[in-house]
């Protein structure tokens, strides 16, 4: 007779279960100089868990949580997902109407905040919230951070999330944990980053949210004994990336309260950082710190650079001056990941790499069909880590189906690509933000990609602006170095320099200089908010 035994169904929740039990003291999370062990993350979560279901919210209901980033934070998030609920966690940065309108499109029925955020809450507003938390809500009902709580903060009363957790009956938290979740139901959502417009909630299940944490941790190299640290805000995927990695290998996870390059340095010595998830502009800011130079990087095994594309100089020298693995992945938190190995770098630096096991990836020309090898066209993929789809956005979701001859669907990116005769994928640019002049599309990526070359230029974009001629045109935004020149003069100088290494049709028509390009909290220019003002340049 056979045996048959039963095969753990983990997820998540369970994962966080087991490294409680198994790596119990080791260090799981660090913030400031708070600590937690994987024993006490265990825990915190369970009874944040247990306190969700006491106050009467049940498995698949939406949790909102908008925190600065801490320890509490990874608590409310992993407490809501142990308890089969969806995590919606959300960008402070936007403006109150923005997290109304996604609270509302949520449909969450609970928010846990601090107390620098409570006041932007018009609870009124929002009927469907029947559990309010707040961190310290104490200090909140005082009043002592109302100067900075906005219009909302005459409404005093909250439920104190340390009280609220540390209340629930640890029996009946533990009753929770052992409660089954349905893989296939929704984990997260994560609203995504607008800039093509109004953020859509990107929902993923338990299910493939395991998967993606599990091929991005062989392709980032994380083992036993990570220690990764977080500079980004907990709401965005990125930072998602060393959560569940950490989680998968029973890692640490360093939290930062904000960014700060001196201070990111003197955390990845003090306490032996292997692992990073970081943005371009960051990576920037820390090859261009004074603090490079003294800064004791001999522990870091990998860096992982993704969110916007990263200029071809700022890759060289992330690959020469990090001096450890430098991976640069290009991906949507929709579900399409590639990642480029340090290893073959090198030959095909403008690459992004191939994607993970079990996603594929296709090129499509405009009639929808598969492009040749080497042509360009619109990026799609599918695989275990697409998501589910856009919450309460039908025709988001049908905008962003492809379906193939075998009749499987595929999402599409809005990005442009080609795949060489090797397998390696090169992005060209977003489709929304191609160039159509005279009839022919020109890449803004292409001239950016020269214009980053300049000495005098610290950054740069190219958008297209009305032409009463060609249609449209391509205009650069600079940034200039330090000390570099910003006059008319020097503006000419580099509209002939960038005009004679490009194609004809790729020419400039002007450069204007600005102090800053505007970036979301991810540091992706928002092109939308140059072309509104900087449209009218050429009128």
Known sequence: MTAHFDAPGMLLPDLLDSQARWQGAKTALICGEARRSWREFGAAARQVAGALRTSGITSGERVVVLMSNGLEMVEAMFGTLRAGACVVPLNPSVADAAIAAMVKDSGATAVITVPAYAGRFDRAALPGVRLWVCVDAAIRSAGATRSTAGPHSSEAHWTDFAAWRDGCDPARADAVAMEPIDPDAPCNIIYSSGTTGLPKGIVHSHARRLEWARGLAVALRYRGGAVAIVPIGLY??????????SILVGGSVVIEREFDAIDIFASIAKHRVSHASLVPVIVQRMLESPALAGADLGSMRAIMCCGSPLALPLKQRALADFQCDFIELYGLTEGVITTLEP?????????????????????????????????????????????????????????????????????????????????????????????????????????????????????????????????????????????????????????????????????????????????????KILKRELRRTHGDALA
């Open 343 to 523: 290893e073959e770098a090198l030959p095909r630096l403008a690459s992004v790499g191939k994607p993970l096991p079990g996603t594929e990836i296709r090129i499509l020309g405009e009639d929808g069909r598969e492009m040749p090898t080497g042509e360009s066209g619109e990026i799609v993929s599918r695989g275990y880590i697409t998501m589910l789809g856009y919450h309460n956005r039908a025709d988001a979701n049908v905008e962003s189906s492809w379906v193939d001859e075998r009749g499987q669907r595929w999402l599409r990116t809005g990005d442009i690509g080609r795949i060489d005769a090797e397998g390696y994928l090169y992005v060209v640019d977003r489709k929304k933000d191609m160039i159509i002049s005279g009839g022919q599309n020109i890449y803004p990526a292409d001239i950016e990609a020269v214009l980053a070359t300049h000495g005098d230029i610290a950054e740069a974009a190219v958008i297209g602006v009305p032409s009463a001629k060609w249609g449209e045109t391509p205009l650069a935004i600079v940034v200039a170095r330090t000390g570099a020149a910003t006059d008319p003069t020097q503006a000419e100088h580099l509209l002939s320099w960038v005009n004679g290494r490009v194609g004809r049709q790729q020419r400039l028509a002007g450069v204007r200089f600005v102090d800053a390009l505007p970036r979301n909290p991810n540091g």
């Open 236 to 245: 965005s995927n990125i930072s998602w990336i060393s959560l569940l990695c």
